[in-house]
């Protein structure tokens, strides 16, 4: 008859840790899994890892899907649900737009679609800088005319962009306005394909703009990080800078390329 060793207690971390390793393990298999195998990947001897699995089956972080097979539980999927409605990009942009803005020291700007236009949330900006390109947050701006807007037009089937086309006429705001469709429709093949958009003095003169799209969980672009500067002194290199920091607000979000 086989004697198990008497294991020494464990603080409240150690077995913290242990559920935590047997969680990542449960999550790295799409199909139930057995004791065995998650004592061997976890290096948890097997009464150790069994009577931890029971208490979280009891918990509903863990299934029993039958005797000594196991898969993550509901009750995770309900408190990811919580966080996610809890987590806004306005609060996971900011620290990130406040670096983005310390390295260029040019405007950021957080901004969302309503509609046929984009709204500015949220900015990261210098009192100091006497720069007026900075747009009040809760200010508004067509899509077809900002940069952020053109990453919104961009994911719409060609049925949309026409429609957007007819109700808003696409009217311009000077002479850099794209103001025809058929320019627009290849304004928006070129974002498609690079990845960012750009804004070239079509809102408004001396003052160029280029944004990068932020993306939640599902992959949903839902808002649009851009720099705004004087159109003598917007530098190709914050291109890199921006499409990173977008990356990095998107994965705090939950998003995976």
């Given at each position: 008859?086989?004697?198990?060793?008497?294991?020494?207690?464990?603080?409240?971390?150690?077995?913290?840790?242990?559920?935590?390793?047997?969680?990542?393990?449960?999550?790295?298999?799409?199909?139930?899994?057995?004791?065995?195998?998650?004592?061997?990947?976890?290096?948890?001897?097997?009464?150790?890892?069994?009577?931890?699995?029971?208490?979280m089956v009891i918990t509903r972080f863990v299934d029993r899907v039958e005797p000594g097979t196991y898969r993550l539980g509901m009750r995770l999927l309900e408190l990811g649900n919580v966080v996610k409605s809890r987590l806004s990009v306005r609060e996971a942009a900011l620290d990130y737009m406040r670096a983005l803005h310390k390295k260029t020291q040019q405007t950021i700007n957080l901004s969302v679609r309503q509609g046929d236009e984009i709204v500015y949330i949220d900015r990261a900006f210098s009192e100091r800088s006497g720069m007026q390109v900075v747009r009040a947050i809760g200010g508004r701006g067509p899509l077809h005319l900002t940069s952020t807007g053109k990453l919104f037009l961009s994911v719409d089937d060609?049925?949309?962009?026409?429609?957007?086309?007819?109700?808003?006429?696409?009217?311009?705001?000077?002479?850099?306005?794209?103001?025809?469709?058929?320019?627009?429709?290849?304004?928006?093949?070129?974002?498609?394909?690079?990845?960012?958009?750009?804004?070239?003095?079509?809102?408004?003169?001396?003052?160029?703009?280029?944004?990068?799209?932020?993306?939640?969980?599902?992959?949903?672009?839902?808002?649009?990080?851009?720099?705004?500067?004087?159109?003598?002194?917007?530098?190709?290199?914050?291109?890199?800078?921006?499409?990173?920091?977008?990356?990095q607000i998107s994965a705090t979000l939950g998003y995976t390329p």
């Amino acid at each position: 008859m086989k004697i198990e060793s008497v294991e020494t207690p464990k603080t409240s971390i150690q077995v913290i840790e242990r559920m935590v390793a047997l969680l990542d393990a449960l999550a790295t298999y799409s199909d139930p899994v057995s004791l065995k195998e998650l004592s061997r990947v976890t290096g948890l001897h097997p009464s150790t890892a069994h009577r931890i699995l029971n208490d979280m089956v009891i918990t509903r972080f863990v299934d029993r899907v039958e005797p000594g097979t196991y898969r993550l539980g509901m009750r995770l999927l309900e408190l990811g649900n919580v966080v996610k409605s809890r987590l806004s990009v306005r609060e996971a942009a900011l620290d990130y737009m406040r670096a983005l803005h310390k390295k260029t020291q040019q405007t950021i700007n957080l901004s969302v679609r309503q509609g046929d236009e984009i709204v500015y949330i949220d900015r990261a900006f210098s009192e100091r800088s006497g720069m007026q390109v900075v747009r009040a947050i809760g200010g508004r701006g067509p899509l077809h005319l900002t940069s952020t807007g053109k990453l919104f037009l961009s994911v719409d089937d060609p049925k949309a962009i026409r429609s957007y086309a007819t109700r808003t006429g696409l009217a311009g705001h000077n002479k850099n306005s794209i103001t025809d469709l058929g320019k627009l429709e290849r304004e928006l093949s070129l974002v498609r394909s690079r990845g960012y958009a750009r804004d070239n003095e079509e809102l408004e003169l001396g003052v160029r703009c280029m944004a990068a799209g932020i993306h939640d969980d599902t992959g949903k672009l839902i808002a649009g990080l851009s720099i705004s500067a004087p159109a003598d002194r917007l530098q190709e290199e914050w291109l890199e800078d921006l499409t990173q920091t977008a990356g990095q607000i998107s994965a705090t979000l939950g998003y995976t390329p």
